[in-house]
């Protein structure tokens, strides 16, 4: 059964950075574009950025855009979210998200970025 299991989250000063990891299984990694989605308190679910599963082509949201960074590793079947120049509004869990068939969300991790 496909399997996302996010990891990496914590509390982060304003213009810190930090990495958050999706480690996947249950199906063909290398084959499917992968997604981060974010939540933060009394929102709703917003789409951050993608990465095609073969070329690596990604996309971002403007409010993360030039700030944050997908990428992906297929032997490692993970997926990474390098988040710079943190500010306080990224507060949020973060999820991985990919449609195999329908969509997988993993359990989220925290991202706090606060003084």
């Known amino acids: 059964q496909v399997q996302l299991v996010e990891s990496g989250g914590g509390l982060v000063q304003p213009g810190g950075s930090l990495r958050l990891s999706c480690a996947a299984s249950g199906f063909i990694f290398s084959g499917y574009a992968m997604k981060w989605y974010r939540q933060a308190p009394g929102k709703e679910r917003e789409f951050v950025g993608s990465?095609?599963?073969?070329?690596?082509?990604?996309n971002y949201a403007d409010s993360v855009k030039g700030r944050f960074t997908i990428s992906r590793d297929n032997a490692k079947k993970t997926v990474y979210l390098q988040m710079s120049s943190l500010k306080p509004e990224d507060t949020a869990v973060y999820y991985c998200?990919?449609?195999?068939?329908?969509?997988?969300w993993g359990q989220g991790t925290q991202v706090t970025v606060s003084s």
């Open positions: 990465i095609s599963s073969s070329s690596g082509t990604t």
């Open positions: 998200n990919v449609r195999v068939g329908r969509e997988y």
